[in-house]
């Protein structure tokens, strides 16, 4: 017996996606890191954890300095987060921490993160993370269009080429 399937699997669109965090120059935000002790792991460093909390920090902090993101017109939710580890941070350490927009789509964007510290008055990275941020709809639950008043202020902000 012979079974042909006729069912077409429609193609999802998506959007473009940035392929890799970028050097220190590429960004036009900075900001600082306050750690507490409540941060530190049983090895005296930052725990892995608590990276994606940083991350947390120095987005909402770019938002409020580059974009002013109207949350309560347009939610964001985030779809999906990456860290890469190359150093540890310890208590001591003084800790700042690069933001950046890398990709603008239809309903996401990507966030790109260099968290970095003070070593002898020289940067050395501690990690390279990115998320990707959803432009969501909370009454309909539902992702929907960047505004373009915040698209705009993404583009200005990071002299990205409009799509």
């Not at 507490?36 to 991350?55: Q, W």
């Not at 239809?106 to 959803?134: H, M, P, Q, R």
Request: proline content about 2%.
């Amino acid at each position: 017996m012979f079974f042909k399937s006729f069912w077409r699997k429609k193609e999802k669109s998506t959007d473009k996606k940035s392929v890799s965090v970028g050097h220190v120059d590429t960004f036009k935000y900075k900001t600082s890191i306050e750690m507490r002790f409540a941060d530190l792991d049983m090895m005296g460093h930052v725990n892995n954890a608590i990276y994606f909390t940083y991350m947390e920090i120095g987005r909402t902090k770019y938002w409020k300095h580059a974009i002013n993101w109207d949350w309560k017109t347009t939610g964001v939710v985030i779809g999906q987060a990456s860290i890469d580890y190359i150093a540890p941070i310890f208590l001591e350490d003084k800790v700042s921490m690069y933001v950046r927009t890398s990709r603008i789509g239809n309903t996401s964007f990507d966030l790109e993160y260099l968290i970095v510290k003070d070593v002898n008055g020289k940067e050395v990275t501690c990690s390279k993370g990115k998320t990707v941020c959803v432009a969501y709809d909370y009454g309909s639950k539902t992702p929907s269009a960047i505004p373009d008043k915040e698209r705009n202020k993404m583009i200005a902000f990071e002299q990205l080429e409009s799509s």
